[in-house]
T-cell receptor, first 113, second 114 residues
Framework: NAGVTQTPKFQVLKTGQSMTLQCAQD?????MYWYRQDPGMGLRLIYY???????DKGEVPNGYNVSRLNKREFSLRLESAAPSQTSVYFC????????????FGAGTRLSVL | GQQVMQIPQYQHVQEGEDFTTYCNSS?????IQWYKQRPGGHPVFLIQ?????EVKKQKRLTFQFGEAKKNSSLHITATQTTDVGTYFC??????????????FGQGTILTVHP
């Protein structure tokens, strides 16, 4: 039982490059999330998907797009990376949207030069 | 919008000392969750508090939810080196524009000197 799996674990990009962060969960959860973590800022929600087929913006969606490919997978795309997007990205899932405990992946450490 | 503030930002203790982190919300919460993140790791769920005035214990950890459901605390008795990490609270908004929004505090970084 892997839980929430994120790939890649590390990535270095040049400004303007694009990339997709992958996330998959094997717990049959309905809701999935993408967070970014910056020093002193806690975890900020980028996008979330309440259920398969739906996605919504979180606190800091600018510069990102998401796709809920199926119930298991939720990807985050940076179309044109900027240095301000240097961060640690966490994918998470929960059974339901409101108030449920979240299970986090191991994170992707992204540097944009 | 909803804001969740945690204090202190950093805490350094000697092994065996107690530790407390406080979480304060600008709005009333439906529930509050606590997570622990080890250095280099990912957040791991510790507990959820739902009722006003609720107190829950997990071994040396004591969690409280305020009577007004706007604040919470985590107290660790007799810290150990295994307690090192960042402790986050996350509050779920109860009403108005905050309804259903889970907002994380900035976290308290705990270091323990052996």
């Amino acid at each position: 039982n892997a839980g929430v799996t994120q790939t890649p674990k590390f990535q270095v990009l040049k400004t303007g490059q694009s990339m997709t962060l992958q996330c998959a969960q094997d717990m049959n959860h309905n809701s999935m999330y993408w967070y970014r973590q910056d020093p002193g800022m806690g975890l900020r929600l980028i996008y979330y998907s309440a259920s398969e087929g739906t996605t919504d913006k979180g606190e800091v969606p600018n510069g990102y797009n998401v796709s809920r490919l199926n119930k298991r997978e939720f990807s985050l795309r940076l179309e044109s990376a900027a240095p301000s997007q240097t961060s640690v990205y966490f994918c998470a899932s929960s059974e339901a949207l409101l108030g449920d405990r979240k299970y986090f992946g191991a994170g992707t450490r992204l540097s944009v030069l | 919008g909803q804001q969740v503030m945690q204090i202190p930002q950093y805490q350094h203790v000697q092994e065996g000392e107690d530790f407390t982190t406080y979480c304060n919300s600008s709005t009333t919460l439906s529930n509050i969750q606590w997570y622990k993140q080890r250095p280099g790791g990912h957040p791991v769920f510790l507990i959820q508090l739902v009722k006003s005035g609720e107190v829950k214990k997990q071994k040396r950890l004591t969690f409280q939810f305020g009577e007004a459901k706007k604040n919470s605390s985590l107290h660790i008795t007799a810290t150990q080196t295994t307690d090192v990490g960042t402790y986050f609270c996350a509050g779920l908004g109860a009403g108005g524009t905050s309804y259903g929004k889970l907002t994380f505090g900035q976290g308290t970084i705990l270091t323990v000197h052996p």
